[in-house]
T-cell receptor, first 114, second 117 residues
Framework: NAGVTQTPKFRILKIGQSMTLQCTQD?????MYWYRQDPGMGLKLIYY???????DKGEVPNGYNVSRSTTEDFPLRLELAAPSQTSVYFC?????????????FGPGTRLLVL | AQKVTQAQTEISVVEKEDVTLDCVYE???????LFWYKQPPSGELVFLIR??????QNEISGRYSWNFQKSTSSFNFTITASQVVDSAVYFC??????????????FGTGTQLKVEL
């Protein structure tokens, strides 16, 4: 059981480039989330999805886009990368939207924008 | 507004010492859930425990124990007989239900625990 997987593990981007961070879960979870973790800080929610075809903004969505065409996949797209997007990106999933549901995290993608 | 405060930025202990990580939270919800996650040097986030607001029984799991006190809005985490493998950043988090139906974890800034020989 792989859980939540993310690719790539690490990437260096030049300012203005774009890329897609991949996230896949094999637990048949309906809810998926993207967080970013800046150095010395906790995680902040970028976008989330409550099911295939449904996405919504979190607290720091600017500069990002998402899509959810399948239950398993929830890619995060960065357009026109900026140094402020240098961060570690975590994807998470939960079985339902109930508050007691644990969110399980992927291993993270470290992104450096130069 | 929700907020989680972990006032201890970094703690260093010698192996076999007991160590307590503090967590103080703020929420307007009458029912809420608190979580602890561990982030080892490898970087992944590992779920440790979940606690709901209407169950103030403290919990022990092996060398780990959690002390939840609603009166002081605290959810502290103790490691007994610490080991080098416990070295990690520990995050306390509070769940918030979003208008779109999902949930957001509000994280504290984490406590870096270093256990030395």
């Amino acid at each position: 059981n792989a859980g939540v997987t993310q690719t790539p593990k690490f990437r260096i981007l030049k300012i203005g480039q774009s890329m897609t961070l991949q996230c896949t879960q094999d637990m048949n979870h309906n809810y998926m989330y993207w967080y970013r973790q800046d150095p010395g800080m906790g995680l902040k929610l970028i976008y989330y999805s409550v099911g295939a075809g449904i996405t919504d903004k979190g607290e720091v969505p600017n500069g990002y886009n998402v899509s959810r065409s399948t239950t398993e996949d929830f890619p995060l797209r960065l357009e026109l990368a900026a140094p402020s997007q240098t961060s570690v990106y975590f994807c998470a999933s939960s079985r339902t939207g109930d508050r007691q549901e644990t969110q399980y995290f992927g291993p993270g993608t470290r992104l450096l924008v130069l | 507004a929700q907020k989680v405060t972990q006032a201890q930025t970094e703690i260093s202990v010698v192996e076999k010492e007991d160590v307590t990580l503090d967590c103080v939270y703020e929420t307007r919800d009458t029912t809420y859930y608190l979580f602890w996650y561990k982030q080892p040097p490898s970087g992944e986030l590992v779920f440790l425990i979940r606690r709901n607001s209407f169950d103030e029984q403290n919990e022990i799991s092996g060398r780990y124990s959690w002390n939840f006190q609603k009166s002081t809005s605290s959810f502290n985490f103790t490691i007994t007989a610490s080991q080098v493998v416990d070295s990690a950043v520990y995050f306390c988090a509070l769940i918030l239900t979003l208008t779109g139906g999902g949930n957001k974890l509000t994280f504290g800034t984490g406590t870096q625990l270093k256990v030395e020989l």
